[in-house]
C-alpha cells in the first residue's frame, strides 16, 4: 500500500537558519505530493504540492522538488522565522484514491 | 465564510458513553472526511463521503458511524467509547475528486480534543 515516511521531530533551528525536512514516499500508481503545515492549536492547511515528476511547490519562501527517481519531497526553506513553528506532513494521493496518506509529522522548533 | 467547522472542541467520555461529533462546511464541498490524528502516526482517514446521502469506509473505521444527510454537514457518532478512541478528530472537505489524479485541495477544521477515560 501507499506510504509516507517523515523524519523524525523536533527540529529545533535558531532563526534564519536554513530548513530541510526529509520525506520519502512508496505509492502504487503516480502519485500527487503535498506539504500541509498545522500551526498550534489549528487545522491543517495545505502549503505547497506538487503533481508530477520534477515540478517544484513552493509558498511562503518553503520550496519541494518532485524527485520521482528518488521517491522523495523534502521541504525546504532558505531563512526560517519564529512564525514558522509548526508541525509539517507529507501526504501523497494517487489517482482514483479518495483521501490522503499522510507522513507522521516533524514538529519544527524555531528560536529567536 | 467561515470554511470548515467543527464542534464541540473538547470532550471527555467515560468508557461505554456515546457521543456525535459535528462537522459543518460552507464551501458547497461534495465530498467530506473524517480523520484521527494520533502521535507518531499522523492522520488516518475513518470514513468518508463523496455526496449527500453517501458514506464509505476509510482505514480506520471500526466503533464509528457516520451520516450526511446535508451536503454541508458530516455527523461522526461513537456508540460505544473505548479509550483506544482517545485522539484528535479533524474533519475535512473538498470539491470531488477526480480519477485522472487531479488533486482537489482539503480544507481542514480546527479539531476536535476527544479523551476517554
Known amino acids: 500500500g501507499d506510504s509516507v515516511t517523515q523524519m523524525e521531530g523536533p527540529v529545533t533551528l535558531s532563526e534564519e537558519a536554513f530548513l530541510t525536512i526529509n520525506c520519502t514516499y512508496t505509492?502504487?500508481?503516480?502519485?500527487?505530493l503535498f506539504w500541509y503545515v498545522q500551526y498550534p492549536g489549528e487545522g491543517l492547511q495545505l502549503l505547497l504540492k506538487?503533481?508530477?515528476?520534477?515540478d517544484k511547490g513552493s509558498n511562503k519562501g518553503f520550496e519541494a522538488t518532485y524527485r520521482k527517481e528518488t521517491t522523495s519531497f523534502h521541504l525546504e526553506k532558505g531563512s526560517v522565522q519564529v512564525s514558522d513553528s509548526a508541525v509539517y506532513f507529507c501526504?501523497?494521493?494517487?489517482?482514483?484514491?479518495?483521501?490522503?496518506?499522510f507522513g507522521s509529522g516533524t514538529r519544527l522548533q524555531v528560536q529567536p | 465564510n467561515a470554511g470548515v467547522t467543527q464542534t464541540p472542541k473538547f470532550r471527555v467520555l467515560k468508557t461505554g458513553q456515546s457521543m456525535t461529533l459535528l462537522c459543518a462546511q460552507d464551501?458547497?464541498?461534495?465530498?467530506m472526511y473524517w480523520y484521527r490524528q494520533d502521535p507518531g502516526m499522523g492522520l488516518r482517514l475513518i470514513h468518508y463521503?463523496?455526496?449527500?446521502?453517501?458514506?464509505a469506509k476509510g482505514e480506520v473505521p471500526d466503533g464509528y458511524n457516520v451520516s450526511r444527510l446535508k451536503k454541508q454537514n458530516f455527523l461522526l457518532g461513537l456508540e460505544s467509547a473505548a479509550p483506544s478512541q482517545t485522539s484528535v478528530y479533524f474533519c475535512?472537505?473538498?470539491?470531488?475528486?477526480?480519477?485522472?489524479?487531479?488533486?482537489?485541495?482539503?480544507?481542514f477544521g480546527p479539531g476536535t480534543r476527544l479523551t476517554v477515560l
Open positions: 464551501m458547497n464541498h461534495e465530498y
Open positions: 475535512a472537505s473538498s470539491y470531488s475528486n477526480t480519477l485522472a489524479g487531479v488533486y482537489n485541495e482539503q480544507f
Open positions: 501526504a501523497l494521493s494517487t489517482p482514483g484514491r479518495r483521501a490522503l496518506t
Open positions: 505509492a502504487t500508481g503516480y502519485p500527487s
Open positions: 463521503s463523496v455526496g449527500e446521502g453517501t458514506t
Open positions: 506538487a503533481t508530477k515528476a520534477d
